[in-house]
């Protein structure tokens, strides 16, 4: 049976477009993650976890700011002095220390260079009209905005699932007639 490099094609730039909605380890160069955490703790003391959801709110499906990614940074910086952490309720809390502000002082244009970039990828559209990765990566994006819309949100959740399950249905309705096709051929 003969493989219709297309096909291949495809799965490769549908598997590559969720790839680039997933992958937090392109968003931020080495030593970034660092500096955004410095930047997010500027506006006031912070737990893990609300680093994390700060992280996710500014950055859409692009990132996924992970415990895994998070947490050593912060070590990194309580262990340089950079941020103070205390135990409240249980929960960690981090504080930027003067050594810390000074450093994001030092480092004002670099973390401005970082947010500058990011924002300006999250606002530049998509196009209309494109190939296969680009026009699955502006659905993935629209799907994961929607979603997060509408949690909480009975109604919003209702028709959204409508909605992702009528394109369901149509997506495999393509493909079904699609073989059809090649079929008969």
């Known amino acids: 049976m003969e493989t219709d490099i297309r096909a291949v094609g495809n799965r490769r730039a549908a598997q590559a477009a969720w790839e680039g909605l997933n992958e937090g380890a392109r968003v931020f160069e080495l030593g970034q993650v660092r500096l955004a955490v410095i930047s997010l703790l500027a506006n006031g003391p912070r737990h893990g976890y609300g680093i994390m959801k700060d992280l996710r709110e500014r950055l859409g499906p692009r990132y996924r700011g992970s415990s895994g990614s998070v947490y050593p940074a912060l070590k990194q910086l309580e262990s340089e002095g950079l941020v103070t952490c205390e135990t409240q309720a249980g929960r960690k809390q981090f504080t930027?220390?003067?050594?810390?502000?000074?450093?994001?002082?030092?480092?004002?244009?670099?973390?401005?260079?970082?947010?500058?970039?990011?924002?300006?990828?999250?606002?530049?559209?998509?196009?209309?009209?494109?190939?296969?990765?680009?026009?699955?990566?502006?659905?993935?994006?629209?799907?994961?905005?929607?979603?997060?819309?509408?949690?909480?949100?009975?109604?919003?959740?209702?028709?959204?699932?409508?909605?992702?399950?009528?394109?369901?249905?149509?997506?495999?309705?393509?493909?079904?007639?699609?073989?059809?096709?090649?079929?008969?051929?």
């Open 96 to 185: 930027l220390t003067r050594t810390g502000k000074r450093e994001l002082a030092k480092n004002a244009e670099a973390c401005e260079r970082i947010w500058r970039r990011i924002d300006e990828s999250q606002t530049s559209p998509l196009p209309v009209d494109g190939d296969v990765p680009t026009l699955l990566q502006r659905l993935l994006r629209a799907v994961y905005s929607a979603s997060e819309a509408s949690v909480g949100r009975p109604g919003l959740e209702a028709a959204l699932r409508g909605l992702l399950g009528r394109m369901a249905a149509e997506l495999e309705t393509f493909k079904t007639e699609t073989l059809s096709e090649k079929e008969t051929e």
